[in-house]
């Protein structure tokens, strides 16, 4: 079940029917109260939640999502006017696992949608551990070592490493990588991922060829040549 909280009437009945179109079982709201009176019956799966809204705003319904330990960890995407940096940036920081800015393509939604949900399933069976030439880690002891010597990694580093490691083969460009870390985009700032991939590497000593650049797109491990 996927709750949609927009108070605009015709995006919301474009946002439940495309969403439905695509498979997901959907239920809209119009505002704060019907919604929670619908969180009381049934926790969805992600909720789609309109920032602007009588009465209640999203961010306040944010909050309270996360202040519950039930919902705590409840995929959240937030609907933002265009220009809204701060919002997106307050939101997010406020818990919210991803944004879409209005106004939004239908497919661009479906796809961030399916996105999330992807990364936030907390049953799908991914493995806890890589070996790959001389690196090993492990993901539930937030290990890293090289040779057997214990690698220490920023909290950043290791999610990027594991992030590849996941998916080995897969060309991830910047922005990619930073959606897929950081939550969301810093427009101009793919900077940011190279400095963690040049650090990353430097820590990874003698396994630091595992971390393929492709020239023009982004970085891999496990390439086929």
Excluded at 12 to 22: A, H, I, P
Excluded at 189 to 218: A, F, N, P, Y
């Amino acid at each position: 079940m996927i709750y949609v909280v927009e108070d605009e009437s015709n995006i919301r009945k474009l946002v439940v029917y495309t969403l439905q179109y695509s498979g997901f079982e959907t239920e809209g709201f119009g505002d704060a109260t019907a919604f929670w009176q619908a969180m009381r019956q049934r926790t969805p799966k992600l909720v789609l939640l309109d920032i602007m809204l009588p009465g209640e705003d999203g961010l306040s319904i944010l909050q309270k999502i996360r202040a519950v330990p039930s919902t705590a960890k409840l995929p959240i995407m937030l609907l933002t006017a265009k220009d809204s940096e701060y919002d997106k940036v307050f939101g997010l920081d406020l818990g919210a696992d991803d944004y879409l800015a209005k106004p939004f393509g239908m497919m661009e939604m479906v796809a961030r949608v399916k996105s999330l949900l992807r990364r936030t399933d907390t049953n799908a069976k991914e493995p806890e551990t890589f070996a790959i030439g001389g690196l090993f880690v492990s993901i539930p002891r937030h290990l890293v070592s090289v040779q057997g010597e214990e690698v220490v990694l920023t909290l950043k580093e290791f999610d990027v490493l594991v992030l590849l490691l996941r998916h080995q083969g897969i060309v991830f460009s910047r922005d990619k990588i930073m959606s897929e870390i950081w939550g969301y985009d810093f427009d101009g700032e793919s900077r940011t991922i190279d400095v963690h991939i040049r650090t990353l590497r430097q820590k990874l000593g003698v396994c630091e060829h595992l971390i393929e650049t492709i020239r023009g797109v982004g970085y891999r491990i496990g390439g086929s040549g």
